[in-house]
């Protein structure tokens, strides 16, 4: 099962589509069933000024150790290190953190849309001018829950904003909370505070719909769509939710909608197809999913996803060759070197289960991921001299 969760999301821009905007705004508007969720208006939902808002404790910081400094350049370059030096502000990077700006300067825990969120209203304090871009990134997965999370990404451009004042040079400064790719450069187009907003919507949505907060899950996906009825993660998240609740019609219209907004969008088919398998359109969903296996067979998350979904089914040796798939086409992922020590494990070849977590601890670039790593060399430390 693909959800498409976006934890740093893209603004889908619709194309191959012969109808006007304002069609499918009313066509979109068809496809949310509040019948099936009769209490989600009980579900409250953070409006964008809360999203955005900061609390006394931020803006004080904002005053007290980003204002003081009176060289633009050099503010925002005293900003952008004081969120990202975690001796002054400890601020750590957790995949699931979908809070808005003032519990994530509170909590010093965050996605990357929630540290960009953040970031958008302390620069916003402190004077900038800010722009969110959409990071057009490749397909790439993670696993939670039970479900393959397909993650987008977005990041910040900061830029003095002085009346009167015309720079010949480009002084801007990006800030970019990627995990995965900082060292490498993708296209970007600039997108909205309010497709952001959406973005933090769908996130939420996402987050409920994995704890089975299904009333709480449409009522995001819901707010999510109307404020921007054509990005596309909104809608193939509904469609998972319809099925779940085992609404397979409105399920199949949705998913149906989305690939009118982007024909090519691989999630967007293969959720379809899992819906064919599901209501006994076997043939159907055949055809897609070999569609989707050429397209994507030298992806490799595509491999590594495949190999995490053997391994929860406790098929080892296939998750074995899996994971070795996704090492041939790339070794620069920790998850994959992460792959292959747990898959050895289990095999009962320690030696090698060693070989692999001490690769993936020095791919790792957070701190979190190298301490979860030593911890799992340390427990094989200990088991192997146990036996010794």
């Known amino acids: 099962m693909k959800l498409f969760l976006i934890l740093c999301t893209t603004l889908i821009v619709m194309t191959g589509c012969q109808t006007t905007t304002n069609q499918m705004v009313i066509e979109s508007r068809h496809l949310l069933n509040d019948n099936a969720f009769p209490d989600y208006q009980e579900i409250k939902i953070e409006s964008e000024e809360e999203i955005f808002a900061l609390d006394k404790e931020a803006k004080d910081f904002i005053q007290e150790q980003v204002a003081i400094v009176k060289d633009p350049v050099d503010r925002m370059e005293t900003l952008v290190r004081l969120i990202f030096d975690r001796s002054e502000f400890n601020l750590l990077y957790m995949g699931s953190a979908n809070t808005v700006a003032k519990e994530t300067f509170q909590r010093r825990a965050a996605n990357c849309l929630s540290m960009s969120i953040m970031t958008y209203a302390l620069a916003k304090e402190a004077g900038f001018s800010v722009r969110f871009q959409d990071v057009q990134i490749p397909e790439y997965w993670t696993r939670r829950a039970g479900y393959s999370l397909l993650n987008g990404h977005i990041n910040l451009m900061i830029m003095p904003r002085e009346p009167g004042v015309i720079h010949l040079i480009n002084t801007g400064l990006q800030v970019d909370f990627d995990p995965q790719n900082p060292q490498k450069s993708f296209p970007k187009q600039m997108v909205t505070k309010q497709a952001v907003t959406s973005m933090f919507y769908n996130n939420k949505g996402a987050d409920a719909l994995l704890s089975k907060s299904y009333t709480k899950a449409y009522a995001y996906f819901k707010k999510a769509a109307i404020l921007s009825p054509n990005f596309i993660s909104t809608w193939i998240n509904l469609g998972i939710l319809y099925r779940l609740v085992g609404d397979y019609e409105s399920a199949e219209s949705v998913y ?104 993936a601890k020095d791919r790792a670039r957070s701190h979190q991921d190298q301490e979860r790593y030593q911890g799992k060399l340390d427990l094989l430390s200990r088991d192997d001299s146990k036996k010794h």
């Open 256 to 359: 149906l909608y989305a690939l009118q907004l982007d024909e090519d969008n691989l999630t967007g088919w293969e959720n379809l197809a899992f819906l064919y398998e599901v209501t006994g359109r076997s043939e159907k969903a055949s055809a897609i999913v070999n569609r989707i296996e050429r397209v994507r067979s030298d992806n490799p998350f595509h491999h590594f996803i495949q190999g995490e979904q053997s391994f929860e089914n406790g098929e080892f040796e296939l998750a074995l060759k899996h994971y070795r798939d996704a090492l041939r086409l790339d070794r620069s992922k920790h998850e994959i070197y992460f792959g292959l020590a747990k898959a050895y494990y289990e095999l009962g070849d320690v030696r090698r289960s060693q070989l692999y977590f001490k690769k």
